[in-house]
């Protein structure tokens, strides 16, 4: 059975990702297209930089062609971001990228974008799997006889109006005359070009590390976390550097480290952006986050008037909200963001390159604009923990928290429960604690927020103790 999680299709290569399966994606894409009479426009096809990407986007490119569809790919690994903008730019009805974003160096996957450049919403995924599961022999061609005959065409510089949308929307003069130091952590990532095409524009310095190719990324996962950025850490205070920037393996997630070598995570990412486009840039406008992230997001909105909109898990849920409420700008703690105004999707590439903006146009560090938001809106501290379980022991979790819905004993006063989206615990003082099912691997998740780290990780202790994982 081929399921698509939040984040598209993804498998253990050898296992399930392999070349039959991979052709089995394709032709229900095909099949798709077919039964919404979208086969008229081309489908571009992109890929990162992972082991099998490149002839996993060939195959599918194969099963699209034989099937009568154009296809656009691209001669050179791209980031997811791209690939949404040339669909939403060049009136696209799909794209496709061959990734597994931020998991282990052993998965990869397919991510299926739909019309303006949107993840497929999980109606389309959920018909593409039914479709797929009809299917019995997939019929393809040969990839070089399909460019020779132009059913596959080869898009050469795909990036140059991606890089022009995002440079139109910076403040260039701002970096320029700033001219940050940033020390660029790639993660063997294929976000590495556009970055550093938009810095060098801004003539700032960047250097970069673990540019070169590595499918195994270096034996770290490819996720910008706390615990994958510590040399990058090491090396920006060694080098006096600015800043450090780092992506994920297909450059929609991002992490920062200050000039001082403090690791600063997505919820502070997020709280930053949205408090310097509202008070800095004049914007105005709500903000939306996933179930999983800061209610800090709620407290800066609040200041200026503003709401902050909850969604479930899934960036496409992030990203119709924001067309639905004209939100400045919404994300998830687990590191993607995107801004009103730009690709409907996480882009690592724009967020990276407003961060440094403003980093040069408030003259004051990650840390001391950090420092400035808890002292107006409080302490707030994040811990999560990925609890692994027997695969047959899933279904007494469900009926625990889901159909049961029994809870542990907490100390804090419960507020009301939330089974939208997993179970999310709100408390009366404004803490939190979710439980929900990883949607690409086999891992019950679980974030807890509250005013101090000893406090959040009791909720998890909690919450582990009770269901004996």
């Excluded at 195994?216 to 006096?240: N, Q, W």
């Excluded at 999707?345 to 403003?358: I, N, P, Q, R, T």
Aim: hydrophobic residues 40%.
């Amino acid at each position: 059975m081929i399921k698509f999680g939040t984040g598209g299709w993804r498998a253990v290569i050898g296992e399930d990702f392999i070349c039959e399966n991979i052709r089995h994606v394709a032709a229900g894409i095909l099949a798709l297209a077919r039964e919404q009479g979208k086969t008229e426009k081309p489908i571009i096809i992109g890929y990162d930089r992972r082991f099998l990407s490149v002839n996993a986007a060939k195959w599918v490119a194969e099963t699209l062609a034989k099937g009568g569809i154009e296809v656009w790919f691209l001669n050179r690994s791209a980031p997811t971001p791209l690939i949404m903008h040339t669909v939403k730019d060049c009136d696209l009805h799909f794209g496709i990228e061959i990734t597994a974003s931020h998991n282990p160096s052993n998965y990869n996957g397919i991510k299926l974008i739909v019309d303006e450049g949107r993840d497929a919403p999980l109606e389309v995924t959920q018909r593409v799997e039914e479709l797929i599961a009809e299917i019995d022999e997939v019929e393809y061609c040969d990839f070089e006889e399909a460019v020779d005959e132009r059913k596959i065409l080869y898009l050469h510089n795909p990036f140059n109006r991606f890089l022009d949308d995002i440079i139109n929307l910076l403040d260039m003069q701002a970096l320029r005359d700033r001219g940050l130091r940033v020390l660029f952590d790639t993660m063997h990532g294929s976000g590495a070009y556009p970055l550093q095409v938009i810095f060098h524009t801004a003539r700032c310095t960047i250097d970069t590390m673990n540019l070169n190719k590595d499918a195994y990324f270096g034996g770290m996962m490819p996720a910008p976390t706390e615990h994958t950025l510590r040399l990058l850490s090491d090396t920006v205070i060694k080098g006096e550097y600015d800043l450090g920037i780092a992506m994920d393996g297909d450059g929609d997630r991002l992490g920062i480290i200050d000039k001082n070598g403090r690791y600063i995570n997505a919820n502070e990412i997020l709280c930053m952006l949205y408090y310097y486009l509202v008070k800095y840039k004049g914007w105005t406008g709500p903000v939306v986050r996933n179930l999983a992230t800061t209610h800090m997001l709620d407290k800066i909105a609040e200041s200026f008037g503003e709401k902050c909109y909850e969604v479930p898990v899934g960036f496409k849920y992030i990203s119709s909200k924001i067309d639905e409420v004209n939100a400045v700008l919404g994300g998830e703690s687990s590191g993607g963001l995107t801004v009103r105004g730009h690709i409907h999707g996480k882009d690592s590439v724009y967020a990276a390159s407003l961060f440094a903006e403003m980093v040069s146009v408030t003259g004051k560090s990650p840390t001391e604009i950090m420092d400035e938001l808890e002292s107006e809106f409080g302490h707030f501290v994040m811990v999560e923990d990925n609890l692994r379980f027997a695969p047959e022991y899933k279904d007494t979790i469900m009926k625990i928290l889901m159909e049961d819905k029994k809870l542990p004993v907490f100390s804090q006063e419960v507020e009301r429960v939330n089974y939208e989206d997993g179970c999310k615990v709100y408390f009366k003082d404004d803490s939190f604690v979710i439980c929900r099912f990883s949607g690409t691997e086999p891992l019950l998740r679980i974030f807890a927020e509250s005013n101090n780290e000893e406090a959040a990780a009791k909720y998890i202790t909690d919450f582990r103790e009770f269901l004996k994982i």
